[in-house]
């Protein structure tokens, strides 16, 4: 039989086999990324995602042979250490994908890749240290958080000496933005159970009841937009619970090859999602990359856990929610204030949910607005913008937004991903302030923050 060029069905991704022996031999991966390798270096489809397939093609196109056969294997790590597992390769490009017969998957096996070496060790021992810290969010963005230490980092931050410091101790890059950390937590603003009261209303894909996911980033860098969503959620009479006891999700150890910490901390914040959800709640959060986690990430780790399918079922993006409750007739669209020119970054763990363009439409709901939906990388990516070695190629991968942001003189700019619009901002470099589409829409209506 004939072999397809390419696939017009939707990508098949295949389970993640972890917990195999297997999954962590040196040999086996390396002929498997010299076979994926060969594969993208005939295609090059995806060479303007990401700086991973720059490096492949240049190390190819620099090696004696002009194929993969002449990369050196120990240069492999390099395309690797480029790829932060923002998936849009696999779910938005890659014509090679499950079913295609050729099953390329160049995010799993990136992500493999990943955990051979973390088990391994064979980061530098600084590098090792520093990423284990950065990707322990949980705990990381509490500490600094601590009234007297928020204000003292924040502070900090905006030192060029201290940060010519820090860069030299942590590995941080002087010059990368780093958030505000906020002594007071959106759980010790907010209270837990808010609208009570309401009556709930059932959509045809929603309970009428929302249990907001806030995050260890939405609790202690973003408070303001966790309000803001619950506000607007309020204003449309549905009673909101914030999950307090809910821990990291995990993300951030999934980009670093860490899965027996992404496996601990899925144990502790599925019965905590499984709670609100017998109670009748469905489930959002603030940050795309913590949705997709639940959505995707978890349930491929996990294919045979039926709870964790059943979180994935219940967890939705703020605007999929709100355009499935508009469509419904449960939302309103009284606005009392118009956005204007609005340039609006997606990102991209939310675009490879594949739920659609539902942050865009929700705002051209808003009278006199008009929407401009930009679909590149914004190159912060976890904790890539942050790395003094990786700082300067998510610079470059940001340029295209920057300018067509630039371009477009918006009355407003923002990304649902509010790291994303905070190196955005950074390469702006005018001073200007990013706003998640969340307060967006909250000013929209009138709503204070």
């Given amino acids: 039989m004939a072999i397809r060029e390419g696939n017009l069905e939707a990508p098949k991704r295949h389970p993640i086999k972890w917990q195999e022996p297997d999954y962590y031999?040196?040999?086996?991966?390396?002929?498997?990324?010299?076979?994926?390798?060969?594969?993208?270096?005939?295609?090059?489809?995806?060479?303007?995602?990401?700086?991973?397939?720059?490096?492949?093609?240049?190390l190819v196109d620099e090696s004696p042979t002009l194929e993969v056969d002449g990369v050196k294997k120990e240069d492999y790590q390099a395309v690797v250490d480029q790829c932060y597992l923002c998936d849009?390769?696999?779910?938005?490009?890659?014509?090679?994908?499950?079913?295609?017969e050729w099953a390329v998957d160049f995010p799993q096996l990136m992500l493999r890749t990943k955990a051979s070496k973390f088990k391994a060790r064979t980061s530098s021992i600084t590098k090792f240290w520093r990423d284990r810290l950065i990707s322990s969010t949980g705990s990381l963005l509490k500490t600094l958080s601590t009234p007297g230490i928020a204000q003292a980092?924040?502070?900090?931050?905006?030192?060029?000496?201290?940060?010519?410091?820090?860069?030299?101790?942590?590995?941080?890059?002087?010059?990368?933005?780093?958030?505000?950390?906020?002594?007071?937590?959106?759980?010790?603003?907010?209270?837990?159970?808010?609208g009570q009261d309401l009556p709930v209303k059932k959509g045809s894909k929603t309970t009428g009841k929302v249990a907001i996911y806030i995050t260890c980033y939405g609790n202690h860098n973003e408070p303001a937009i966790v309000k803001s969503l619950v506000d607007i959620l309020i204003h449309n009479g549905i009673p909101?619970?914030?999950?307090?006891?809910?821990?990291?999700?995990?993300?951030?150890?999934?980009?670093?090859?860490?899965?027996?910490?992404?496996?601990?901390?899925?144990?502790?914040?599925?019965?905590?999602?499984?709670?609100?959800?017998?109670?009748?709640y469905d489930i959002m959060s603030i940050i795309p990359s913590c949705t997709l986690m639940y959505r995707e990430e978890i349930p491929l780790m996990f294919p045979e856990d039926r709870e964790a399918s059943d979180v994935a079922n219940h967890f939705f993006d703020p605007f999929e929610y709100l355009m499935g409750r508009y469509k419904d007739g449960l939302v309103s669209t009284e606005f009392k204030n118009h956005l204007g020119n609005v340039s609006y970054h997606a990102a991209c763990h939310q675009r490879v949910q594949n739920i659609g363009q539902k942050t865009r439409e929700f705002l051209s709901l808003i009278p006199d607005t008009s929407v401009t939906m930009i679909e590149r990388c914004s190159g912060h990516d976890g904790t890539y913008a942050l790395k003094e070695e990786s700082y300067e190629h998510a610079m470059k991968i940001a340029r295209p937004v920057v300018r067509r942001i630039q371009e477009s003189q918006p009355d407003t700019y923002g990304s649902d991903?509010?790291?994303?619009?905070?190196?955005?901002?950074?390469?702006?470099?005018?001073?200007?302030?990013?706003?998640?589409?969340?307060?967006?829409?909250?000013?929209?209506?009138?709503?204070?923050?």
């Fill in 25 to 58: 031999d040196t040999t086996k991966i390396n002929q498997e990324l010299e076979r994926v390798f060969d594969i993208c270096h005939g295609c090059r489809r995806c060479v303007s995602l990401c700086n991973a397939f720059p490096t492949l093609f240049d």
């Fill in 417 to 449: 991903c509010p790291m994303a619009g905070r190196l955005i901002a950074h390469g702006m470099n005018d001073e200007s302030n990013p706003e998640s589409p969340l307060k967006m829409l909250a000013r929209a209506y009138g709503l204070g923050n």
């Fill in 88 to 100: 849009l390769c696999a779910e938005t490009k890659c014509p090679y994908i499950p079913p295609h």
């Fill in 240 to 280: 909101v619970q914030l999950l307090t006891d809910s821990n990291c999700c995990g993300m951030p150890k999934l980009e670093l090859g860490d899965l027996d910490s992404v496996a601990k901390l899925k144990e502790k914040n599925i019965p905590v999602f499984r709670r609100a959800i017998a109670n009748g």
């Fill in 153 to 194: 980092i924040n502070s900090a931050s905006k030192s060029s000496k201290l940060r010519a410091i820090g860069q030299k101790i942590t590995g941080i890059h002087a010059n990368a933005p780093l958030p505000r950390f906020h002594p007071k937590p959106a759980d010790k603003q907010l209270e837990e159970h808010i």
